[in-house]
């Protein structure tokens, strides 16, 4: 290849290498399924449940990771939703929050460019919670979707970077299943 064909493939396309789309990654792993609970023992006008043929599944946010971005991520975890027929968008209002997860869960947060943040000690991580419905004619709808390995994925808008959801445990599920919300082991 001459010299003059070596330069101008070097000056046209050494741009384009450069123009790769900024990336953040987002790690997190399946908590558990449940259907629900009582909020304050022997107190019914504090029960909670997902509704019929629907479970919550619980997710631990690990960390954020904007080292491949040089821009500042506003991270929102009403973005992350489970693919299903539908969207289920994380909701932040359900009950389960309320009696379980608060204040373990992770709030909209801005990450520096470059930057990384980790949500603590692998037992006490962020966690995010979302209702899914159930195809099942069992009432408690958590012990099939217990078999089921949901993923999470990242609603991004204008402006958002490219956003990579890392499970971090294995597809197959070892987790205990816990029908009752209250048992469930947040890790």
Not at 48 to 68: C, T
Not at 163 to 178: E, F, G, H, Q, Y
């Amino acid at each position: 290849m001459s010299s003059r064909i070596k330069r101008f493939l070097l000056l046209f396309l050494w741009p384009l290498a450069a123009c790769s789309e900024p990336t953040t990654t987002i790690n997190y792993h399946q908590t558990a399924v449940c259907r629900g609970s009582q909020g304050q023992p022997g107190d019914q006008s504090t029960d909670y449940n997902a509704g019929p043929q629907h479970v919550y599944v619980v997710f631990g946010v690990e960390g954020i990771d904007n080292s491949e971005n040089p821009a500042t991520f506003n991270f929102d975890p009403t973005k992350m939703y489970v693919n299903g027929a539908e969207r289920n968008f994380v909701d932040p209002n359900l009950p389960i929050y309320k009696w379980v997860l608060d204040p373990f869960t992770p709030a909209p947060t801005l990450v520096a460019g470059g930057g990384t943040i980790y949500y603590g000690m692998r037992g006490q991580n962020a966690l995010v919670v979302e209702t899914v419905n159930v195809e099942t004619a069992n009432t408690n709808g958590s012990a099939k979707a217990h078999q089921t390995a949901y993923s999470l994925n990242y609603k991004t808008g204008v402006g958002d970077p490219k956003v990579v959801m890392i499970r971090t445990d294995s597809s197959a599920l070892s987790l205990p299943n816990k029908a009752d919300c209250a048992e469930m082991v947040l890790q």
